[in-house]
């Protein structure tokens, strides 16, 4: 069983910034791919990023691109989502998600995910 925690969400003014974090229960963690979804009311759950389990090159929403961030630190069991000039429209529920599997790699599929931690940028 895998438990994931995200924390860092907030109250933010346009332009700002947060760190999002998702600590990972499990001595394999390091095995696992991940990723950040976001949720925003009314709307579907939609894809941010992903970050294999070695980290390095991933790729982003292009709604996000150039202003996030994923990396994860395997020694902490925890994953980050840098988010730089934060607009109105980032306001949402995010989401980590973990893909367990023994072998994983695009496409990924998410088989545990945390309780979400709400993100809110006013104008």
């Known amino acids: 069983q895998v438990q994931l925690v995200e924390s860092g969400g907030g109250l933010v003014q346009a332009g700002g910034s947060l760190r999002l974090s998702c600590a990972a229960s499990?001595?394999?963690?390091?095995?696992?791919?991940m990723g950040w979804f976001r949720q925003a009311p009314g709307k579907e759950r939609e894809f941010v990023a992903p970050?294999?389990?070695?980290?390095?090159?991933?790729y982003y929403a292009d709604s996000v691109k150039g202003r996030f961030s994923i990396s994860r630190d395997n020694a902490k069991n925890t994953m980050y989502l840098q988010m730089n000039s934060l607009k109105p429209e980032d306001t949402a529920v995010y989401y980590c998600?973990?893909?367990?599997?023994?072998?994983?790699?695009?496409?990924?599929?998410?088989?545990?995910w945390g309780q979400g931690t709400q993100v809110t940028v006013s104008s």
């Open positions: 499990g001595r394999t963690f390091s095995s696992y791919a």
């Open positions: 998600a973990a893909d367990t599997r023994p072998v994983n790699g695009p496409p990924y599929e998410y088989d545990y």
């Open positions: 970050i294999k389990w070695s980290g390095g090159r991933t």
